[in-house]
């Protein structure tokens, strides 16, 4: 089962449920790359290469075009938490989610923000919120989290500050409550993996397949698939 994809240069990059990383280039040709450690999510990054979480140590690592680690970006399993999805911007920066073990509010994950000099700072935080996948669409950073029934939005400054969260848009539960207001709505939709398109088309990878959502965050559809690739109790 495809994991996890990024999209730098020419190439696409895509991990396999071993954690396995291959690339695809655009005329075609498929190799698998010779790995030194095992990664998870993964960014493209400006320059060419890539972003990615090495869950074995809860570093944020960078590779190169053929697969060899770089540099440590940032080393965040003790302090700030397990990383679980990244998104790089234009500018060089670095958003991700760490979560932290424990129990109450330490548990929850937040937003950090990694800029080009190497700076990591917070940018969001919510004891209510267990952040899980972001996507970074036109001057707009897209959130979502454990549990919870929307994808959020948030304002992006030029210096990585976050500002003016709203709810963009209702995920699809398959429960018979969707836009219905006033219910309880208890089914999660274990959304996690997002991408935005050249139009601004946001992409959620849910339970229920893949969530497409117009500018304005409408639900335009569901893209199914004959069975899930992993199994839900």
Partial sequence: TIARLAHAGDMLYYTYGDSSLHMRTDDGETRQL????????????????????????GRIIELDPAGRVTATLVDSSAELGMPQDLVADAAGGLYFTAWRSGTGESQRGAVHYRDATGQVRAVF????????????????????????????????????SLSGRRAFAEL???????????????????????????????????????????????????????????SFT
């Fill in 125 to 160: 935080a919510d004891s209510t919120l267990q952040v899980r996948g972001l996507a970074l669409g036109d001057g707009v950073l897209f959130a979502n989290a454990t549990a919870d029934t929307a994808v959020w939005a948030m304002e992006v400054a030029t210096d990585g």
């Fill in 172 to 230: 699809f539960r398959a429960d018979g409550r969707y836009r219905a207001a006033g219910l309880a709505k208890t089914v999660d939709s274990q959304a996690e993996e997002m991408a935005v398109d050249a139009r601004g088309r946001l992409y959620v990878g849910t339970r229920f397949g893949v969530q497409v959502f117009d500018t304005a965050g409408a639900l335009l559809g569901i893209v199914n698939f004959p069975e899930l690739p992993i």
């Fill in 34 to 57: 010779t790995l030194e450690t095992t990664v998870g999510a993964l960014a493209a990054l400006p320059a060419g290469g890539l972003a990615a979480i090495e869950p074995a140590s």
